[in-house]
């Protein structure tokens, strides 16, 4: 292995976790990158933000 390309969490602590990873495998002679996830959104935070339709009975 040559590379590595890290999944960060968005986030103080996923950043600062995933620059932690990078630093480490730097120092072993690695090439690491890092790329932050894109926002998720699950039903709660769909439905908060208005975007699912309620279901009338």
Sequence with gaps: ???VLIA???GTDGEASAEQ???GLAAAG???RGA???RVWGLNEAEAAGLLDP???
């Design 21 to 23: 990873l990078r630093a």
């Design 1 to 3: 292995m040559r590379e």
């Design 30 to 32: 690695l090439k690491a």
């Design 36 to 38: 932050a996830a894109r």
């Design 8 to 10: 960060a969490d968005r």
């Design 55 to 57: 279901v009338r009975a």
